[in-house]
């Protein structure tokens, strides 16, 4: 999951997974600079007893072939149903359904 502070509803999500399954989820949370929203994030997931793991975008390429699912909260979306995201990602392509 790529932290920034648009990120309640995915932060909700995770924690409503995590509660659910038995085992538990692992969380590996990518933040850059200038901000880093992403050591709040998880301050805040830890709190809710997600097990995360913290790393800047640039470490990315060699963390991407251990995960599942990837979460990038939208900062807004446009009127033709595309979705701005934080500086850094890419969503070239992906329209709101």
């Known amino acids: 999951m790529y932290g920034n502070q648009e990120s309640a ?11 659910k ?3 538990g989820i692992k ?5 850059s600079a200038p901000e880093y929203y992403g050591r709040n994030l998880v301050k805040r997931l830890s709190s ?5 793991q913290y790393t800047m975008l640039s470490m990315v390429n060699f963390l991407i072939n251990t995960v599942t699912k990837v979460l990038i909260a939208s ?3 446009l009127c033709n149903g595309a ?15």
């Open 83 to 97: 979705l701005v995201a934080p500086m850094g990602t890419s969503m070239i392509g992906c329209i709101a359904s």
């Open 48 to 52: 809710k007893g997600l097990q995360c």
């Open 75 to 77: 900062t807004y979306i």
């Open 9 to 19: 509803i995915i932060e909700e999500i995770l924690t409503k997974a995590n509660e």
């Open 21 to 23: 399954l038995s085992r």
């Open 27 to 31: 969380v590996i949370v990518v933040d």
